[in-house]
């Protein structure tokens, strides 16, 4: 979907290494934004109908991903789910694998004080998917690729009253883009692997109202790419191939999460959760010098983005719960000035992404030890578009992005 894939589209721009290092570090500036701004609601169909507002509740295996410590809260039946999604977005409809899972608890003594139980919980979380086509007059755009997070963590229960989780995070991922128009194309081959430490706790201030508390480390991400450049020396368009190999890191920002549950009565339950991210802190380099160019443009763009999360959960009916949820979150960076970009081979489709709504709405059922959870997630997205048009000139310009996505849960308590 072109919401998903056009956050990546400013690696096209990358490809005008080739041409000049001052261009790169825009690229590349755009490229570290991209690749440590998640999607903020993916994870089981539960968790996505909440709009992920479950940090300050716990006992559902997505909650690894914002705060471990909800794995303490699973404290007399382990879990296993699975989550296939289907999303809708303008010029593109995409299956796929949203998350996968599975919570062990280690056992409970039931003491009031001391320890009390704790369980471990294993997942995987796709984080981005790259994949669709664009034109743009005659440039044509192709990527495809996704990033996914695979989860291991540890939550413990104090006397049912304190949790403490920490967890470990591996990032994966591979994504290709090429863009082709009248003069040539461009092609990025791109491998990633990253990791990242979370740590979180839930306080039950009493027995109705929990408080949370999660911190993220900074993500560090190694890249291996391979860029090439395919040049249109005449009218019968023999090729004139450039290509260039780089390895760089990046350190992504810290993110700090707080949230609080509340229960009301025995059937339903309220979270309402705030986290923060400085993308000034992003950091990428190598032993080229145009790194320094990079970290410039981070300093002069970037900025603080904040995130409000709610999420409602009722039960309806009989094992039969209702969800609903909204999340919104600012912009993590500017749009870069036109000294930036004017007279700039910056290619086609370079986009700096800013603030973001979801409204999300679900239900499920559970019978025995089964259970299956239905989520409807639509997101609205707005976003700076920049392009050149092959005379030097840059264009600018602004759009909403939409989509939809559904996701379904199968799952099993035991």
């Known amino acids: 979907m072109k919401h998903i894939l056009l956050p990546s589209l400013f690696l096209i721009g ?10 790169d570090a825009v690229s590349l500036g755009s490229r570290c934004l991209t690749l440590g701004y998640e999607e903020a ?14 940090m300050a509740i716990g006992e559902d295996i997505s909650t690894i991903r914002e705060n471990p410590a909800g794995l303490g809260l699973f404290t007399e039946k382990s879990e296993i789910s699975i989550t296939p999604d289907f999303t809708a977005g303008n010029e593109s409809n995409k299956f796929g694998l949203a998350n996968a899972g599975a919570a062990f608890v280690l056992g409970n003594n039931h003491k009031a004080d001391g320890y009390t139980s704790s369980a471990i919980g294993l997942s995987y979380h796709r984080l981005k998917n790259f994949s669709d086509r664009m ?34 995070n591996i990032i994966t991922g591979s994504y290709e883009l090429h863009t082709n128009n009248h003069d040539g194309s461009n092609s990025i081959d791109t491998k990633t692997t990253g990791w990242n430490v979370k740590a979180g706790t839930v306080v039950k201030l009493t027995e109705d109202l929990n408080l949370a508390l999660a911190l993220h480390s900074p993500s560090r991400y190694n890249f291996e790419e391979t860029r090439a450049v395919d040049i249109y020396e005449s009218i019968d368009k023999r090729n004139s191939k450039n290509y260039n190999d ?15 549950g509340w229960h009301l009565g025995e059937k339903s339950v309220i979270d309402a959760e705030y986290s923060y991210q400085d993308f000034r802190a992003l950091n990428v380099g ?41 999340l919104f ?48 997630v639509y997101k609205n997205q ?22 939809s996505e559904i996701l379904l849960t199968i799952g099993a308590r035991f």
Request: net charge neutral; glycine share 14%; proline share 3%.
């Open 246 to 260: 780089i390895e760089y890191h990046q350190w992504g920002p810290l993110k700090l999460a707080a949230g609080i």
């Open 286 to 326: 190598n032993s080229y010098d145009y790194f320094n160019d990079v970290k410039d443009y981070v300093e002069s763009n970037m900025r603080c983005s904040h995130t409000i999360r709610v999420g409602f959960e009722s039960e309806l009916y009989n094992n039969l719960k209702g969800r609903l949820g909204t």
């Open 382 to 403: 707005k976003t700076d578009y920049i392009f050149s048009t092959g005379s030097g000139e840059t264009v600018i310009t602004g759009k909403a992005l939409n989509s």
């Open 135 to 168: 034109r743009y007059n005659d440039a044509l755009l192709t990527g495809k690729g996704s990033n996914a997070m695979w989860s291991a963590g540890y939550g413990i229960n104090i006397g049912n009253r304190y949790f403490f989780g920490l967890g470990i």
């Open 329 to 376: 979150t600012t912009s993590p960076a500017d749009t870069p000035g036109p000294e930036k970009t004017q007279g700039k081979d910056i290619g086609y489709g370079l986009n700096v992404p800013h603030q973001s709504l979801y409204v999300c709405a679900g239900a499920g059922y559970r019978y025995n030890w089964l259970y299956a959870d239905l989520a409807y």
């Open 41 to 54: 609601v993916t994870g089981s169909a539960r968790y996505s109908a909440m709009a992920g507002a479950r």
């Open 14 to 23: 990358a490809a005008s290494y080739s041409y000049g290092q001052t261009d």
